[in-house]
């Protein structure tokens, strides 16, 4: 059962990013690889994660995921992030990095009726909302939006949140 809901989630996640224009491309051009990498991921939570290429949905929206089959069922990681000019010139846009930020998190809390849980320690501001099978962290940065996603809900609080730690721009260490 946990692999359909993986599946049907990145399925769903597909769909509602799948755009014309949307391109493979190179891990070392995804600004999304610059927050967050596979050995980040595997690090947080202990498990050797498979990469799947990423995906740049326009210029500055990009998708990296990671997946790891296990005999409980599939786990799912997504990360996207926004820059400022995916903000500014997106479908749904801002003027800035914390208008885009709260736009994202009253949307959800009105779509889901979920209460988002501030997190500390990351990013300038995040949030967690948590439902039946899937973790979201929304995560406001010096430069950017980050959108988390962890499925399934067998996933531990302390595992999302290490992963959410993970999130840092890899040319600043």
Known sequence: MARN??????????????????SVIAAEQAACAEWLTAEDV?????????????????????????TKDRPEGQI???FSFFTMEAIREGMISAESIPEYFDMHVSSHRDTTGGEPQQLEGIGKRAVLFTEDHLWIVMIELETGFG????????ITREQVEAVA???RRQSAE
């Open 42 to 66: 595997s690090k947080a939570l202990g498990l050797e994660l498979q990469t799947t290429d990423p995906v740049e949905y326009s210029p500055g929206f990009t998708l990296c995921s990671w």
């Open 147 to 154: 959108h988390l996603s962890l499925s399934p809900g067998d």
């Open 76 to 78: 799912g990681v997504n």
């Open 165 to 167: 730690k993970q999130v």
């Open 5 to 22: 809901i993986v599946r049907s989630f990145l399925m769903v996640m597909s769909v509602l990013f799948v755009m014309p224009g949307a």
